[in-house]
């Protein structure tokens, strides 16, 4: 990602933070608040709830994206290879449901399921 970044020329505006995110949220520099955009994939439904929880505050109501790798739950393995699997909302879309409703109607970035 840091090459394409680069390939890019973006890597002048984009700032990348590796790392745990867990306790992450009071790091970034105070002028880099509220995010623009966030991509988070790490773990699994307890990972990004606790990811929610402390960094939805971070990201700017006027139009900050956020983009999460998971956000679904397989609940049944296919029984023929070329059908899709059966999928139900994640846990994750109650979390962020809950966000929302904590934050507020000017206290919420865009979000589509």
Request: net charge negative; hydrophobic share 40%.
């Amino acid at each position: 990602m840091l090459d394409a970044l680069k390939r890019l020329d973006l890597d002048d505006i984009v700032t990348v933070h590796e790392g745990d995110f867990r306790g992450m949220s009071s790091k970034p520099e105070p002028n880099s608040v509220p995010f623009d955009f966030v991509w988070f994939d790490c773990g699994g439904p307890a990972e990004y709830v606790r990811f929610l929880e402390e960094y939805w505050p971070l990201i700017n109501p006027d139009g900050g994206i956020l983009v999460l790798h998971f956000r679904y739950w397989d609940i049944a393995p296919n029984q023929k290879p070329d059908t899709p699997a059966n999928m139900v909302m994640g846990s994750i879309a109650n979390e962020i449901k809950r966000q929302q409703a904590k934050a507020g109607p000017r206290r919420n970035p865009r979000f589509r399921l």
